[in-house]
């Protein structure tokens, strides 16, 4: 049987889903359609005069759900170049005018401090709360799931919100629909099962354990950039004319009967029509919504037009000083929107990963929900951390228009019936539709090829 899978979308799902087709189906054909004239998506890494500025993400993190990508990082030989982060002992959420240490580990002293700053009356459903905090397990690591195995879901709601609200800016309320959307994927996820499929080698088990000891996150020396780029290469070199990747070239529609994907492309004057037996659409929710309708599906096109996307601004800032007030020692911090701060929040790069810059400089990654001037952010930025700020060696501001999906209720059945709508037409959705860690998203890349492998 012949395999010709056509992917949109030439970001870390289509290059995973590659990845995963060939170690599957060694006999497939691939194409990868991209728009843009790189290979990445939203993974940017750029060196600028000695500063890693990551405009996307910028670590990758530990813990559950890794193997896959584990598996891919032996295959490339990335584990070579593996940075950890250095655990910092807080992060930090902007409260009431100022900076709150939260330890790793959400403790009673930390929660009792937000219940006293809100004023309510929940201190005793909080003391009640403690054993089950000092004999419960984390068996997850999610901050929202383990609260609420302690404190039940009231009070999860009150009291993660200023963590949560800060990088969605929704509420809780949708955001833990979100979640358990996500676990609704991650729940196939069986360790042991998939060392079965996928092995990686004794080197590289020594090397992660040894570099990435007491790390809770990782990039690579170049930065996360490489991960994508270094894929490329491997396909390219290993599969030769199985695996192509058309730059510059956008998918428009799907021709349903005959199974083609038509593509413009920027240097072809004509239409291309490339054919498919499984079509992978990684595109965003946004995007998706158009190619269905162009492909008369207006039902499916209208349910992702109905998905709403958050857009977020990216600022790296870079100092060749140190600007961070001495007793700030964190991964960064989140705002509450409801404190009314045009920032969401400040990742302090250049202290998770001081190997990656100058000695004694500063590089901070800035998030905002809209773009304003660079002095707005500085200012702010200012006030939250209560020291001057001097002016920086350089900015890099990107804007992710409609970057992240964000579920609401209700969302996860209708995604559910676009899924098994379009899987009978031989079409799969990617894992950008669901607003994945880097981890997990090459991990649903697996488990929908390894299901058409089924
Ligand atoms: C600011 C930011 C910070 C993040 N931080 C982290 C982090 O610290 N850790 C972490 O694990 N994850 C993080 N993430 C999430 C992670 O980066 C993404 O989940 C992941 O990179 C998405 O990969 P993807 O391939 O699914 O999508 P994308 O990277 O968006 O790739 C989709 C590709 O499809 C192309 N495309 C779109 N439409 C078409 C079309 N019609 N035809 C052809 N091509 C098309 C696009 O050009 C793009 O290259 C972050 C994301 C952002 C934006």
């Given amino acids: 049987m012949s395999h010709k899978f056509v992917i949109v979308g030439a970001g870390l799902s289509g290059l995973s889903n590659a990845f995963f087709i ?84 959400m403790n009673l002293e930390t929660i ?11 201190v005793f459903k909080l003391i009640k709360a403690y054993p089950k905090m000092l004999f419960k397990k984390l068996d997850t690591d999610n901050l929202g799931d383990y609260l609420e195995l302690v404190l039940g879901r009231d009070l999860t709601e009150k009291y993660a919100e200023s963590v949560f609200y800060g990088i969605y800016g ?50 690579f020396k170049e930065g996360v950039e490489s991960l994508p780029k270094r894929m490329h290469a491997y396909l390219q070199e290993t599969y030769e004319s199985d695996y192509k990747v058309k730059l510059n070239s956008k998918a428009k529609c799907i021709d349903l009967s005959r199974k083609e994907l038509v593509v413009e492309s920027r240097e072809e004057q004509e239409e291309q029509r ?45 100092w060749d000083q140190k600007i961070l007030p001495k ?37 901070l990654s800035v998030m905002s929900i809209y773009d304003v001037n660079d002095h707005v952010i500085l200012s702010e930025l200012s006030k939250h951390l209560g020291v001057k700020i001097p002016d920086p060696k350089e900015i890099v501001t990107k804007s992710w228009s409609k970057a992240f999906t964000q579920f609401s209720p209700g969302h996860q059945e209708e995604m559910k019936k676009i899924e098994s709508e379009l899987n009978a037409k031989s079409i799969i959705i990617g894992a950008n539709n669901y607003t994945l860690a880097i981890p997990e998203l090459v991990y649903l890349s697996y488990s929908k090829v390894k299901q058409l492998y089924l």
């Fill in 274 to 318: 490339l054919n498919y037996d499984y079509l992978i659409l990684n595109a965003p929710t946004h995007q998706l919504s158009q190619i269905m309708i162009n492909s008369n599906l207006n039902k499916v096109g209208e349910m992702f037009r109905g998905v709403k996307c958050n857009t977020l601004v990216t600022r790296n800032i870079c």
């Fill in 112 to 122: 009792s401090q937000f219940v006293q700053d809100n004023g309510s009356g929940d």
């Fill in 22 to 105: 060939k170690h599957f189906f060694p006999k497939a054909q691939i194409t990868l359609v991209e728009q843009s004239n790189r290979v990445g998506g939203m993974i940017i890494s750029n060196n600028r005069n000695g500063f890693i500025c990551e405009e996307g993400p910028r670590s990758i993190r530990m813990g559950k759900y890794n193997r896959p990508l584990y598996h891919i990082l032996n295959k490339i030989g990335l584990y070579k170049e593996f940075v950890p982060s250095i655990q910092q002992p807080y992060s930090y959420i902007y409260w009431n005018g100022k900076l709150n240490a939260v330890p790793l580990q």
């Fill in 327 to 363: 007793e700030f020692k964190g991964f960064g911090y989140l705002i509450n929107p409801k404190q009314q701060q045009v920032i969401l929040g400040m990742v302090a790069d250049s202290l998770s990963f001081p190997s990656q810059y100058p000695e004694n400089a500063t590089n």
């Fill in 170 to 219: 929704e509420s809780v309320y949708n955001l833990s629909k979100a979640l358990c959307y996500q676990k609704s994927h991650m729940k196939g996820y069986d360790e042991q099962q998939i060392s079965k499929d996928l092995s990686f080698d004794k080197d590289f088990e020594q090397a992660r354990d040894q570099k990435l000891k007491g790390a809770n996150s990782y990039r």
